[in-house]
């Protein structure tokens, strides 16, 4: 499913500069630290403007795009007679659905986990018939881009009390979070470490992360260094 989830907080203005960015460009790239919440972005701007759309396609960049590619073009020709048929052929499916997507309007490609334009840059020549959407933690995949920044000290608060039912445990959390710079996927993570264990108290839970954890201590270092 690409609803986003419903603790989804303070991204409308994004959701709107993500629009405007696709209507004005016809792509745009989503990019962010990981964990910072692009692919929730994404599902919410699908959620709002799916109806904008004959076509969406979301493709997996960390794995191979061809059989995406081809699984793509097979459900595209089972609403097409057989004479119109995109071939499926592996060797060009590409070129293939390109030149499909060159002739229709209102369609939608999102690339998610995308390292480099380069996969992708024979659809970036159909700039102007559709929107092409990247995410990626490239900031300069594309000129065209929306960052997605860590939340607020008010949105985390507004988050978390999605998440969380005790005020203090709130304020403790979100004095954390601001100050070690959480992104939105940590601060849920710790919220719901917190649920599941409520004997820990939040100054517990961040020696947890910081000294004795080295699972919650790898996810960081991926946070921030990659």
Excluded: C
């Excluded at 790239?29 to 979301?58: D, F, M, Q, R, W």
């Excluded at 995949?141 to 203090?168: D, W």
């Excluded at 599941?196 to 260094?225: D, G, M, Q």
Aim: aromatic share 10%.
């Amino acid at each position: 499913t690409y609803n986003p989830v419903p603790y989804f907080t303070n991204h409308n203005d994004t959701v709107a500069e993500l629009k405007k960015s696709l209507d004005e460009f016809g792509m745009v790239a989503v990019s962010g630290v990981k964990g910072s919440g692009k692919t929730e972005l994404v599902k919410k701007y699908i959620y709002n403007y799916h109806n904008n759309y004959k076509i969406i396609a979301i493709f997996d960049s960390k794995v191979d795009l061809i059989p995406q590619l081809v699984n793509f073009a097979n459900s595209i020709n089972e609403t097409l007679p057989e004479a119109e048929h995109i071939s499926l052929d592996y060797n060009n499916i590409q070129s293939n659905l390109i030149n499909y997507l060159r002739y229709k309007e209102k369609w939608l490609l999102i690339f998610d986990n995308l390292l480099t334009n380069k996969d992708i840059q024979n659809f970036l020549s159909l700039k102007g018939k559709g929107h092409i959407m990247v995410v990626s933690l490239n900031s300069n995949i594309l000129k065209s881009k929306v960052v997605v920044n860590n939340l607020s000290e008010i949105y985390i608060k507004e988050l978390l009390a999605k998440l969380l039912k005790e005020p203090e445990l709130i304020e403790e959390l979100t004095k954390v979070a601001v100050e070690q710079g959480y992104p939105t996927a940590l601060i849920v993570d710790s919220a719901v470490f917190l649920m599941n264990h409520p004997h820990y108290s939040v100054k517990e839970y961040t020696e947890k992360v910081s000294e004795n954890n080295e699972v919650i201590r790898n996810y960081l270092n991926l946070v921030f260094n990659e």
